[in-house]
């Protein structure tokens, strides 16, 4: 397996992971949390109801890896597929710039200063 490969899938396991700290994250989280968080809960909430929503939280969980994999894919994804047999030094840092970016996003920039 090329090294871009295995950076791709490195990073979406480390994002994978990073779900799991997730519900320890205190005040309102970052605008990033918030959308992965709660459009998790509002997935839940549409297939079943929000009571079953608010007190499943491992199924609110699940959904929230699932949306937070996507999202981090949704740009890992296309550069990968365009960089890794042309550049795959390039391919390789400029993913780890969006891991970090991206993990940066969900744990510091850009704090939700007002709540839910």
Do not use: E
């Amino acid at each position: 397996m090329k090294t871009p490969d295995k950076m791709l899938l490195t990073a979406a396991a480390a994002v994978a992971l990073t779900t799991g700290t997730l519900p320890y994250v205190t005040g309102y989280g970052t605008n990033l949390f918030q959308i992965i968080v709660f459009n998790a809960w509002g997935i839940v909430a549409h297939f079943s109801s929000g009571l079953f929503a608010d007190r499943h939280h491992s199924a609110v969980w699940l959904v929230s890896l699932v949306l937070n994999l996507v999202v981090f894919l949704v740009i890992a994804l296309p550069v990968w597929a365009v960089l890794r047999n042309r550049a795959p030094r390039v391919a390789f840092m400029a993913t780890i710039c969006w891991l970090l970016f991206y993990l940066s996003m969900l744990y510091f920039l850009f704090p939700a200063t007002d709540g839910p």
